[in-house]
C-alpha cells in the first residue's frame, strides 16, 4: 500500500507542476476562454481515450509492467513542456502527460487488489491523500520554478520531468507486483467491449459510474477557472497570480489530505461509505456555488476548508463503492473507465467553464453548485445488497 500511495504521489506531482502557468500563461497571451480551456483539456482528452484500454491491458499483463512503461512514458512527455511557449507544443505535451497520466486507474486497481473489502474505504482514502499532497505542493513548487524562470517553462517542465523520472525508478524498484486477478466466469472469453458492456450492467456500477462523472464534472469548473479568478479579483499578472493561488492548493490539499489519510478510516467504520457520500455532496454544492463572492482571506480559507473536507469524505467514499460493485477479475477495466469518466469530464468543463468565465466570472462555479445536486440526489437512491450497492429500483 506504501509503494502504491508513493507511486500516485509522484505521478500527481509531475502533473501538477504545470496548474499555476497553464491558465495564467495563455490568458497573457490573450488567447479566448474556449482556447484555454481545450489547451487544459488535451490531458484530460488523452485520458479518455487511454484509460480504459491501459487498465484493460493490466488486468492481463499486470499492474507493476503497466505502470513502469507508463511512468517512463511520462519523463518523455514532461520534457516537451520546456517548449510551452508556443501554442502547439503546449498541447502536444499536455496530450502526451495524458496518455502516460491515464495509469491513475491502474493505481487504483492495484490498490483494490491487495486490499480487504473492509479496509478498502480507507485503502482508497491513502490513494487520495496522496492525490491532495500531490495537488498541495505540486502547484507550489511549480509556482516557484515559473517564477525563478522569469516566467520561462523550461524549469517547470525540468521538475516535471525530473518528478516523472523519480516515479519510475520507484516503480522500477520498490513497487511489489500482484498477479493479475482471474476472471469471473460471467465475463471470461468475452471480447473488450462485451465485457465492458456486461460490466456496466452490474446493479449499481453504471450509476454510481454516472455519479463519478458528474461530481468530476462540476469540480473540474472550479480547477480550469481558479488562477483566472484570482488574477481578477486580486488584480495580479501572470507571474504574480501563481504563489498565492498555489498557496491556496496547498491549503485545500492539507485539508482533504487530513480527512483522506486520518480521518476516512474511522468515519466509514461508524457511518459507512454511503452517508459520507451523501454528507460530502451536501457540504459541496454550496461551497462550489459562493466561491467567486467570499471575501478574502479568512472567509476564503474557511470556505476551502469546508470544500476541502467535502471532497475528503466524498472521493474515497465513492471509489470505495465502485470497487466492490466491479465484477471480479475486471477493476483495472472498471477503474480505467473511471478515469476516463474523469478525464471526460476535464475534457467539456474547462471548455465550458472558461467559455462561461468569458460572460461572467461566477457562472462557472453557479454551474458546478448547480450540478452538484444532481450526484446528491443519485447518492440518496442506492441502498446496500451483498456487500455492494444496487440503486432502488434495480435487481441485484
Known amino acids: ?101 491515464a495509469n491513475l486507474g491502474i493505481a487504483y486497481a492495484y490498490v483494490s487488489d491487495v486490499s480487504e473489502p473492509s479496509r478498502r474505504a480507507a485503502a482508497m482514502g491513502k490513494l487520495g491523500m496522496a492525490f491532495g499532497i500531490g495537488f498541495m505542493f505540486g502547484p507550489m513548487i511549480g509556482a ?120 476516512i478510516g474511522k468515519l466509514v467504520a461508524r457511518f459507512g461509505e454511503l452517508r459520507l457520500l451523501r454528507v460530502g455532496y451536501m457540504i459541496q454544492s454550496p461551497a462550489l456555488a459562493v466561491i467567486p463572492f467570499v471575501p478574502f482571506w479568512i472567509p476564503f480559507l474557511l470556505g476551502s476548508v469546508i470544500l476541502g473536507c467535502g471532497s475528503g469524505i466524498s472521493s474515497p467514499s465513492l471509489t470505495s463503492l465502485i470497487s466492490r460493485s466491479a465484477p471480479k477479475g475486471m477493476a483495472g477495466g472498471i477503474f480505467g473507465v473511471t478515469q476516463s469518466l474523469g478525464a471526460l469530464s476535464r475534457v467539456l468543463a474547462p471548455v465550458i467553464g472558461n467559455s462561461l468565465f468569458d460572460v461572467a466570472p461566477w457562472l462557472p462555479y453557479a454551474l458546478a453548485g448547480f450540478l452538484m445536486l444532481m450526484p446528491l440526489a443519485l447518492a440518496f437512491r442506492f441502498k446496500e445488497a451483498d456487500g455492494g450497492m444496487i440503486a432502488q429500483g434495480e435487481s441485484a
Do not use: C
Open 144 to 263: 516557484i520554478l515559473v517564477k525563478a524562470g522569469g516566467g520561462s517553462p523550461v524549469l517547470l517542465a525540468a521538475g516535471s520531468s525530473l518528478m516523472a523520472l523519480v516515479n519510475f525508478v520507484f516503480v522500477a524498484m520498490f513497487l511489489p507486483d500482484v498477479p493479475p486477478v482471474p476472471e469471473s466466469s460471467e465475463t471470461a472469453g468475452l471480447g473488450p467491449v462485451r465485457k465492458l458492456v456486461r460490466a456496466l450492467r452490474t446493479p449499481g456500477l453504471g450509476t454510481l459510474l454516472v455519479l463519478f462523472f458528474v461530481a468530476n464534472f462540476a469540480f473540474a469548473n472550479l480547477e480550469s477557472t481558479f488562477f483566472r479568478l484570482l488574477m481578477m479579483r486580486l488584480n495580479l499578472d501572470h507571474t504574480s497570480v501563481a504563489i498565492p493561488g498555489a498557496a491556496i492548493l496547498v491549503f485545500v490539499g492539507l485539508v482533504a489530505a487530513a480527512v483522506q489519510g486520518g480521518a
Open 1 to 101: 500500500m506504501t509503494a502504491a500511495f508513493l507511486t500516485v504521489l509522484f505521478d500527481l506531482l509531475s502533473f501538477s507542476l504545470m496548474i499555476p502557468d497553464i491558465q495564467p500563461r495563455l490568458e497573457s497571451k490573450g488567447y479566448p476562454g474556449a482556447l484555454i480551456g481545450i489547451s487544459i483539456a488535451a490531458y484530460s482528452i488523452a485520458q479518455l481515450v487511454f484509460g480504459a484500454p491501459l487498465g484493460r491491458w493490466s488486468d492481463r499483463v499486470g499492474r507493476r509492467k503497466a505502470l513502469l512503461i507508463t511512468t517512463g512514458f511520462s519523463v518523455l512527455a514532461a520534457s516537451l513542456y520546456a517548449l510551452s511557449d508556443n501554442l502547439a507544443w503546449m498541447i502536444g505535451s499536455r496530450v502526451l502527460l495524458g496518455i502516460a497520466g
